[in-house]
């Protein structure tokens, strides 16, 4: 992962998630999931919380979910190298349940700090609990599709889950997986417009600072 001097010092946040005992995902996690990609690309995914092959070989979006965005990205000109991905979650959760209020509330520092480290232009969220964290409302993925949110200065695009579209199944008469093509088909775009990412004002306190990450 390439890393830049930005006002979050990144790499001290990466450590400290990497031994993080916030919630009750510590302890039946093989590894902390942090990130893949470029961190300072435009463009950062976040999905909802790693699973068996993402715990053991510690990097989001391996597995089967995985393969599909990389052929998915591949198909619009982008791959991991242009874009960064993550999950509101960095600890699986057992048995790849869904992860509880209280462990994505324990885990908001860091992906809080991922983005005030990396001011993304766009902001992909697969499925339900990325998009509900990045627009605060507990809208659903089907109602949010299709309409562009703002964050801090960032394009957020709301799209399914990959793991949705493996599952089949259409929404509106489309499917999936031609849905999530249309709306990485428009980040493309976004990503294309994007001005290059604006120096960060050194003086500002990192999300680390102001979320007491370490006290
Ligand atoms: N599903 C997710 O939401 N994230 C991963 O990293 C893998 C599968």
Redesign the pocket.
Known sequence: MQLSGGPVDIESVRSQAASCTRCRLSESRTQV?WAAGNLNAQVLFI?????FH?DQQGL??V?A??QLLDRLLAEVGLDRSSVAIT?VVKCRPPGNRDPLPDEIESCRPYLEAQLEYMRPAVIVT?GNFATRFMIGEPIGITKARGRLFRYRGATVVPTF?P?AALRGGSDGGVPRIDAIRQDLAAVKSLVEQARPRPPAAPSAPTAAEQLGLFR
């Open positions: 999931v999905g909802e919380a790693p699973g993402e989001p979006f597995g979910s995985g999950n697969l889950h793991a």
